[in-house]
């Protein structure tokens, strides 16, 4: 299918000209088209059957319950009403309410499309492009990395875009119905593009990086997304969201969602008001917890865009440099400590500054893993580059020098190609020093400090072995590892 503007677009991005000419059939089109208008129409029935339905006149003889009804609730906690009828015997139903439950599942569920389907389809495209041979023609194009991505990120899932643009009118509809003012439903588009802009910047990473697993990539990396996204949803209806888990949340956009906590489909307020960074209170103003999302939503993107400008050219380099690496980890460890800080602030926990300081500690402690499990495979250099590495040690070592001032110290902490055990020792020590902080500046009992300071040197010593363990296994020849 020829649109006149694809030429156009083809002068300022060839890269995305190319995706586009590739994916927009006649046949594909009028599949996307059909999906999102069927879709719609049976959101909008199926929401219709949830709606009460008057009995006979004269045969209302019990009390009928309904999460759209008008009426007294029947338990203060429960979120279903008594049916009224009105003047011509009919309940009475609050379409506000309705309305708003409309809006928020088409949330959901596009937030799911668009994430998983988009992430799949990146992953696989990167898949076959290096298994036909011709992602090596894309690396030796004269287009810059980010022109050459960032065509592939808007082409790739164009059909997914269409998808979601076509059920732009019901959702927007739906949330005006449900008096959500046009300027929050903005924003929180604005929310939903960085938080795509995010995970397809991180899938086209990982295409690029995870080209051993052949074939079974794609499955994975989509997986790890739906996985990410029902643990952050789930979380979204359930629970609060004033805890120490508060940062892992706002990575989906679920909980932006505007008037969450109001519809049918919550079972538990979320309480943004209550939600703080280093005691700022994020959620007490909406457009500040906002900006912050899009502002984390944008650090983490260039955290990963400086992997994909490192990889893409060059698929032997390192993700990060050791340099950028203590950057990183400094970032991750106060975006994570920032709202651990506040964390839970229910009573039980205000009282019990033991059970306090080791949910804390236990939460900071599973963050700083997965930071340690990715530094692990952003920081080691291939056996080949370790090797050019050595060979270049041996052959510049001259004269004998103190130890803080030898070459091989500096190049330890900075060099590109050298082992990543003392770049790993270092970024340990940045992540746990704010631990070391929480505890001596917690309320808890000095035994449970004690306890505290004894689990956080036994997992930093574990991390040092693993990450001594994986480097010698680099060490080796393919076969043997």
């Not at 960074?277 to 983490?300: D, K, R, S, T």
């Not at 229910?346 to 340690?372: A, C, I, R, V």
Request: charged share 15%.
């Amino acid at each position: 299918m020829k649109f006149p503007w694809i030429d156009r677009i083809g002068d300022w991005n060839p890269q995305l000209l190319r995706e586009l000419n590739g994916r927009l059939k006649p046949r594909n089109v009028l599949i996307a088209i059909a999906i999102s208008l069927l879709g719609q129409f049976f959101l909008f029935q199926f929401f219709q059957t949830q709606l009460p339905i008057a009995p006979p006149p004269g045969e209302y003889n019990y009390p009928i319950y309904n999460q759209f009804c008008t009426g007294k609730r029947e338990y203060e906690s429960a979120r279903v009403y008594k049916c009224v009828l009105d003047s011509l015997g009919n309940f009475s139903i609050n379409w506000q309410q309705w309305w708003l439950s409309v809006f928020v599942f088409m949330s959901f569920v596009g937030i799911f499309a668009l994430l998983v389907v988009g992430t799949y389809m990146l992953i696989a495209d990167l898949t076959q492009e290096e298994r036909k041979g011709s992602l090596n023609f894309i690396r030796l194009s004269p287009e810059s990395t980010q022109r050459l991505l960032i065509g592939k990120m808007l082409g790739v899932p164009i059909l997914v875009y269409l998808l979601a643009a076509l059920a732009l009118p019901l959702h927007i509809g739906a949330g005006l119905s449900a008096q959500i003012s046009l300027v929050e439903i903005l924003a929180f588009y604005g929310v939903v593009v960085a938080c795509c802009i995010f995970f397809f910047s991180a899938a086209l990473l990982y295409g690029l990086v995870s080209n051993w697993l052949a074939g079974f990539q794609a499955w994975l990396g989509a997986g790890i997304v739906l996985s990410f996204l029902w643990l952050t949803s789930t979380l979204a209806i359930y629970t609060p969201i004033y805890n120490p888990i508060a940062w892992i949340r706002l990575f989906a956009a679920f909980d932006l969602i505007p008037h969450l906590a109001d519809n049918s489909l919550s079972y538990q307020k979320v309480e943004l008001e209550r939600l703080q960074w280093f005691h700022l209170p994020l959620g007490a103003n909406v457009p500040i917890l906002i900006a912050f999302a899009i502002l984390n939503y944008a650090l983490w993107t260039y955290w990963v865009w400086q992997g994909l400008h490192r990889c893409f050219r060059n698929p032997n380099a390192t993700i990060l440099s050791k340099r950028q690496s203590y950057l990183f980890t400094a970032c991750f460890t106060a975006s994570s400590l920032g709202f651990a800080l506040p964390g839970y602030t229910d009573g039980y926990l205000e009282n019990n500054p033991k059970d306090w300081l080791f949910q804390h500690l236990m939460t900071l402690s599973f963050f700083d893993l997965l930071l340690f499990l990715y530094l692990m495979a952003a920081l080691f250099p291939h056996r080949q580059a370790l090797q050019d590495w050595a060979r270049y040690r041996r052959e510049k070592v001259s004269n004998r020098k103190s130890f803080w001032k030898s070459s091989l110290l500096k190049d330890l902490i900075w060099a590109e190609k050298s082992p990543a055990l003392v770049a790993i020792a270092i970024n340990l020590i940045i992540a746990v020093i704010p631990l070391v902080g929480v505890v001596i500046f917690s309320s808890a009992e000095i035994d449970a400090k004690i306890a505290a300071f004894f689990s956080i040197g036994l997992a930093a010593s574990i991390v040092i072995i693993y990450a001594a363990i994986a480097q010698l296994m680099l060490f080796m020849k393919a076969q043997n590892r």
